[in-house]
């Protein structure tokens, strides 16, 4: 269930519900959980705009664009994390209608520690996340 934060200059992409849509959708495949509401639901991504001015490289080109993945300890392995850098980079370049973001989209994944991810006042370890699942899959 982790949260998506794209930083990019103001305009880069014209539908950017849809690139957060899409990123969400990317991150539950990865992450191989099962489509149902508490994870969709708990899956997010927000893409921020920035005046141009307000960022840059260390030669001065603005049109990089971040993507920071925020998910729980232990759910992504290398392969997997190999995967989501990859799709969310071309996932974000076509977006912005500009194959050669690819080569200026930089993906960083952090992992929330165990028991470090609140959802609706509870701050749930892994193994309470998966028994939620179960729960929910078992109709109850």
């Given at each position: 269930m982790p949260m998506i934060d794209v930083t990019a200059a103001t305009g880069t992409f014209s539908d950017k519900h849809?690139?957060?849509q899409d990123l969400a959708a990317c991150m539950m495949r990865?992450?191989?959980v099962p489509?149902?509401?508490?994870?969709a639901d708990n899956t997010a991504a927000f893409v921020h705009e920035l005046a141009p001015d307000s960022l840059s490289n260390a030669t001065g080109d603005h049109t990089h664009v971040r993507i920071a993945v925020l998910t729980p300890v232990g759910v992504?392995?290398?392969?997997?994390?190999?995967?989501?850098?990859?799709?969310?980079?071309e996932?974000?370049?076509a977006a912005a209608g500009d194959p050669s973001l690819a080569d200026r989209t930089w993906v960083l994944i952090s992992e929330a520690p165990d028991g470090g991810w609140g959802i609706a006042g509870h701050a749930f370890t892994n193994?309470?996340?998966?028994?939620?699942?179960?729960?929910i899959l078992a109709g109850g």
């Open positions: 849809k690139l957060a990865w992450e191989a489509d149902i509401p508490f994870f992504l392995d290398r392969d997997k994390k190999l995967g989501v850098v990859r799709e969310m980079t996932i974000t370049a193994a309470e996340i998966a028994q939620t699942a179960r729960k």
